[in-house]
């Protein structure tokens, strides 16, 4: 009986730190700098469509700091790799240095795939995000929409709950979004450093969010 109890208090006090160090990490992150020491590296998260043809507008707009830059898309996948590989290529031409890598995690959900089955999804996907994410260690993950970033995202969260590393992370919602946030914004509008909205109407009811106009 004793040890039970003692089981049970030790696993309420790591839920309570861990609770205390997620607090932490989400009010505080819009503080950190990074870059400060040296070049930015980004996590960016590509999804089939119109998601990639969107980040790979908002990467032109990057400065030749953020490198790496580590593009992720998912397994099923048929097109953003090539628009990547294209986009960063032409970039070669004005940046000699230029580094960039593309990795591949299972996506999180399927278009018309089922909310229940969309859980067991995503936690497959997160399998595969958290190895990719602890040994990257980027200094930003960058999002605009695709279920696909969720698992990422949480994995960046987490190696700033450890306190290995503030990984900044960095939403743009789709300009598509007037009036409601997507599934996947409603979802990381708590946890993001940064989230950018591109229409008025969201700014208003998510006053967290940053409107600058449109981005993309």
Not at 58 to 84: G, N, Q
Not at 98 to 126: D, Y
Request: contains cysteine; hydrophobic residues 45%; aromatic residues 8%.
């Amino acid at each position: 009986m004793t040890f039970l109890v003692g089981a049970v208090f030790a696993v309420l006090l790591i839920c309570l730190v861990f609770i205390i160090r997620l607090y932490i990490v989400v009010k505080t992150g819009s503080h950190h700098k990074p870059g400060r020491k040296g070049p930015i590296a980004v996590l960016v998260v590509a999804g089939s469509g119109g998601h990639t043809t969107e980040i790979l507008r908002l990467m032109e707009c990057l400065s030749t700091a953020y490198t790496p830059r580590h593009y992720v898309i998912a397994d099923t996948d048929k097109m953003s790799e090539e628009k990547i590989c294209t986009f960063e290529s032409s970039k070669q031409h004005s940046d000699s240095e230029s580094q960039f890598t593309i990795c591949r995690i299972p996506r999180s959900r399927e278009v018309h795939q089922s909310w229940s089955s969309t859980v067991v999804s995503t936690l497959n996907a997160l399998l595969y995000s958290l190895p990719l994410v602890f040994r990257l260690r980027p200094d930003m993950v960058l999002c605009n929409g695709p279920g696909t970033c969720v698992p990422l995202c949480m994995a960046g969260l987490l190696l700033g709950i450890l306190g290995m590393k503030k990984v900044l992370i960095v939403y743009v919602e789709s300009i598509c979004r007037v009036q409601m946030l997507s599934l996947t914004g409603k979802i990381l509008y708590p946890i993001s450093d940064y989230f950018f909205v591109q229409w008025p109407s969201l700014r208003d009811k998510y006053p967290k969010s940053i409107f600058l106009g449109r981005i993309v």
